[in-house]
């Protein structure tokens, strides 16, 4: 007969008897606590391993800022019914924007700011001007050159609602009808004489100047734009890169245009400003 003795080695204990309500309790500790954790992170992704992953929803707010290159459609007439085509300028353009993620990669938001849209057009154009000679003081009928140019400035407030749409976490798509409200319009036609000098028949040279002044150029209009359609109403595309820097701030370049449905002034033929801008938008996790 073989006694067995008692392995000492290891200590035994009897087993911890786990009530359901204290599972219950450490279970609601885990979750509670996982979803605290979730909420603080500024990450745009939940990372709660308990559930399945899902976007943070929070709101944004900032500023932006930069240039718009403007160009023009149609045709303005001035008083003196010169007809410009081709207009451009750059100007400034700011505003803030304003958005709220959803939990897909769909971003609502609009913008409200102020929008410079101002253009210079010109052409040159051949007059035949009758000029005096000098010495027989006789008078003939002769080309000279003139350069007219229209100054158009147009400044207006504008809101836009848009969508944007992540294609990646740093590239997005977003657009939305744009409706501005121009608070302040001006036109400004200037003539300039470019002919210095002029051959009569008789082979004799003359200066050319303008009658009654010493000056090179005339004013032929200053003042409020005519016919001024205040509203205007357009659609909006843009695409942009997004940038985090620290933890509540984002950083995103954009280029956006802007197409107009309505026209600036009924003194013209489809007379409109398309605007391409270029812009630096920052924005702060609220």
């Given at each position: 007969?073989?006694?067995?003795?008692?392995?000492?080695?290891?200590?035994?204990?009897?087993?911890?008897?786990?009530?359901?309500?204290?599972?219950?309790?450490?279970?609601?500790?885990?979750?509670?606590?996982?979803?605290?954790?979730?909420?603080?992170?500024?990450?745009?992704?939940?990372?709660?391993?308990?559930?399945?992953?899902?976007?943070?929803?929070?709101?944004?707010?900032?500023?932006?800022?930069?240039?718009?290159?403007?160009?023009?459609?149609?045709?303005?007439?001035?008083?003196?019914?010169?007809?410009?085509?081709?207009?451009?300028?750059?100007?400034?353009?700011?505003?803030?924007?304003?958005?709220?993620?959803?939990?897909?990669?769909?971003?609502?938001?609009?913008?409200?700011?102020?929008?410079?849209r101002s253009?210079?057009?010109?052409?040159?154009?051949?007059?035949?001007?009758?000029?005096?000679?000098?010495?027989?003081?006789?008078?003939?009928?002769?080309?000279?050159?003139?350069?007219?140019e229209a100054v158009t400035?147009?400044?207006?407030?504008?809101?836009?609602?848009?969508?944007?749409?992540?294609?990646?976490?740093?590239?997005?798509?977003?657009?939305?009808?744009?409706?501005?409200?121009?608070?302040?319009?001006?036109?400004?036609?200037?003539?300039?004489?470019?002919?210095?000098?002029?051959?009569?028949?008789?082979?004799?040279?003359?200066?050319?100047?303008?009658?009654?002044?010493?000056?090179?150029?005339?004013?032929?209009?200053?003042?409020?734009?005519?016919?001024?359609?205040?509203?205007?109403?357009?659609?909006?595309?843009?695409?942009?890169?997004?940038?985090?820097?620290?933890?509540?701030?984002?950083?995103?370049?954009?280029?956006?245009?802007?197409?107009?449905?309505?026209?600036?002034?009924?003194?013209?033929?489809?007379?409109?400003?398309?605007?391409?801008?270029?812009?630096?938008?920052?924005?702060?996790?609220?």
């Amino acid at each position: 007969m073989v006694d067995f003795a008692p392995d000492t080695s290891l200590p035994t204990c009897p087993p911890f008897p786990m009530s359901r309500p204290f599972v219950t309790m450490i279970l609601l500790a885990t979750f509670v606590c996982g979803a605290f954790r979730g909420n603080a992170q500024e990450n745009v992704m939940d990372s709660d391993p308990l559930m399945a992953r899902k976007r943070l929803v929070y709101s944004m707010v900032g500023p932006y800022g930069g240039f718009s290159f403007s160009n023009q459609g149609g045709t303005f007439t001035t008083a003196c019914n010169c007809e410009f085509t081709g207009g451009a300028g750059t100007n400034f353009v700011g505003g803030i924007v304003f958005e709220r993620l959803t939990r897909s990669r769909i971003t609502w938001g609009a913008t409200l700011g102020y929008d410079d849209r101002s253009i210079t057009a010109a052409f040159q154009e051949v007059e035949g001007v009758v000029q005096r000679s000098p010495s027989t003081g006789r008078e003939y009928t002769v080309p000279i050159t003139f350069r007219n140019e229209a100054v158009t400035g147009i400044q207006m407030i504008t809101a836009m609602p848009f969508v944007k749409y992540h294609l990646m976490d740093w590239l997005f798509v977003r657009g939305g009808p744009s409706v501005s409200y121009i608070f302040n319009s001006t036109v400004k036609h200037t003539k300039e004489l470019l002919t210095e000098t002029v051959s009569f028949p008789t082979g004799e040279i003359a200066t050319v100047s303008l009658p009654g002044t010493d000056a090179r150029s005339v004013v032929l209009e200053d003042g409020p734009m005519p016919q001024i359609n205040p509203l205007q109403v357009g659609l909006t595309g843009a695409m942009g890169l997004e940038f985090r820097i620290g933890k509540k701030f984002l950083l995103a370049p954009i280029a956006q245009y802007t197409f107009p449905f309505t026209t600036i002034s009924g003194r013209g033929d489809g007379f409109t400003i398309r605007s391409f801008q270029v812009l630096l938008e920052g924005r702060w996790i609220l």
